[in-house]
């Protein structure tokens, strides 16, 4: 079991970056496979990026392929999300969420998939 808290929202003008963290207070953070998901008002829950048990196995959503990069720091328990040229359809809520599992193909993208959520942090675009 783990617990998720995340960080690092806020207002940024269209155009800019922002990098969120999400600490995992498990002892075996390495074992998770970890996700990040936004929903926008009205809208539903959507999935953004993963990154599997390795760095190197990630995912994006292509609406954010080439602005955003997810990364973990396995030694802080810590898993990353850096956001550059943001629009303002990028506003949303953002959650850390994390899996037990390994991500297979199509699976990384459903909310379902993961076992464990963080409470969320407001981002904000402006134009």
């Known amino acids: 079991q783990v617990a998720l808290v995340e960080s690092g929202g806020g207002l940024v003008q269209a155009g800019g970056s922002l990098k969120l963290s999400c600490v995992g207070s498990g002892r075996a953070f390495q074992s998770y496979a970890m996700a990040w998901f936004r929903q926008a008002p009205g809208k539903e829950r959507e999935f953004v990026a993963a990154?599997?048990?390795?760095?190197?196995?990630?995912y994006y959503a292509d609406s954010v392929e080439g602005r955003f990069t997810i990364s973990r720091d396995n030694a802080k328990s810590t898993v990353y999300l850096q956001m550059s040229s943001l629009n303002p359809e990028d506003t949303a809520v953002y959650y850390c969420?994390?899996?037990?599992?390994?991500?297979?193909?199509?699976?990384?993208?459903?909310?379902?998939?993961?076992?464990?959520w963080g409470q969320g942090t407001q981002v904000t675009v402006s134009s």
């Open positions: 969420a994390a899996t037990r599992s390994g991500l297979d193909r199509g699976a990384f993208a459903y909310t379902w998939t993961y076992d464990f």
């Open positions: 990154v599997g048990w390795i760095p190197s196995n990630t």
